[in-house]
């Protein structure tokens, strides 16, 4: 009798740069590559590009719109039409005061953002036991100051990768979310 499957390693998607608005998202070897680019002549609008090798072609999957003091809101494309736009806290349901939230797949899975040790986590919701399915680590560097020694990246085991875009676009929400209330604390405390 053969011995059982072994379970699929998680994906390790590295980020290039530390920035919510200019980056990307890949795998080694590029089987997932989603770029994040905002645009000069259009500082407001996020565009999350997801490039394919094999077919050589490029298509724009979602878009985050944030005005200044207007609502952030979000649009998911589909291959041949553009989506509507929904508020992102419609998206990403924030809960209480936390930076976290509750968003839903198109599978009508639940999935919350939450943060353990300082670093966001993405659990199912109905999972009693809490089983990270993507975990943020963030970037390091060489003693604490000088270039980074390890790049940030986002640890997605294989069974969510059917959402993988709607986890990517409610991290850069939660993301942001989350340094813009790091940013009022100081701003509170000075």
Known sequence: ???????????????????LRNTTFSL?????YYEIVTRFWHPH???????DYENRAVTCVAEIESMPKKE????????????EWIRASEFVKSEGGGVGGLFTSEDGA???WKTHKRCLQLVNADDEEKVPIAEYHPFKRHF??????????????PEATAAL??????????????????????LEHE
């Open 144 to 157: 604490l100051v000088f270039r980074m020694s390890e790049r940030a990246w986002l640890e997605v085991k």
């Open 28 to 32: 080694n070897n590029d089987k997932f």
């Open 72 to 83: 952030v809101k979000v649009r998911f494309n589909k291959p041949d039409a553009e989506g």
């Open 45 to 51: 609008l996020t565009k999350i590009n997801k490039y």
């Open 165 to 186: 875009e709607k986890i990517i676009v409610s991290y850069l929400i939660v993301e942001r979310r989350r340094r813009e209330a790091k940013i009022r604390i100081k």
């Open 110 to 112: 639940t999935f919350r």
């Open 1 to 19: 009798m053969p011995p059982p499957k072994k379970v699929d390693p998680p994906h390790r998607l590295t980020f290039a740069t530390n920035s």
